[in-house]
């Protein structure tokens, strides 16, 4: 099953905002960085692709990379909550650029352009506010940039 076109324009449930506020708190970032990388998973394969579209919740999809130093392809889901570091799939993609999203091949490119990323960027901020917090706090840290990729079917 593809993966759902996002609208960030588009008005959110009630249960997608609260999904949002939940991911937003300490307790949901340790959630998404820890647990629901092991659930999500199992939970978009028994829907066969509709989950999380069909709970209301923060959309995602699994995206399958080859693992940079492993060359195992591990799943994962999210960009790391705003912590200091990149996230391990980061490298991966860096070193792998092929990969797979939902269930279609993609090649995956950094969005260097400084306009691109903040439009980009501005973009994701709509569909989910807590990349406004993950950015604010690297800002205020002198942290990392975060980082855009662009991924181009196959």
């Not at 069909?54 to 195992?72: E, F, R, S, Y």
């Not at 799943?75 to 912590?83: K, L």
């Not at 352009?113 to 990349?131: C, I, K, M, N, Q």
């Not at 975060?146 to 196959?154: A, G, H, K, N, S």
Request: hydrophobic share 35%; aromatic share 12%.
């Amino acid at each position: 099953m593809p993966v759902e076109y996002v609208d960030p324009n588009a008005k959110r449930s009630r249960l997608y905002r609260a999904s949002e506020q939940f991911a937003r708190t300490r307790v949901g970032r340790r959630w998404g960085m820890h647990v629901a990388p092991r659930i999500d998973p199992w939970l978009y394969r028994i829907t066969h692709g509709r989950y999380p579209v069909v709970m209301g919740m923060v959309l995602n999809a699994p995206l399958l990379t080859t693992g940079a130093k492993t060359g195992q392809p591990p799943i994962v889901i999210a960009s790391y909550g705003g912590e200091p570091k990149n996230p391990q799939w980061y490298y991966n993609l860096k070193a792998h650029p092929e990969c797979r999203f939902g269930d279609e091949d993609y090649i995956a490119t950094e969005v260097t352009d400084p306009d691109e990323y903040a439009r980009l960027y501005e973009l994701a901020e709509r569909v989910y506010s807590g990349f406004g917090d993950y950015r604010a706090k690297m800002a205020a840290t002198g942290g990392r940039r975060i980082p855009v990729f662009r991924l181009t079917p196959c």
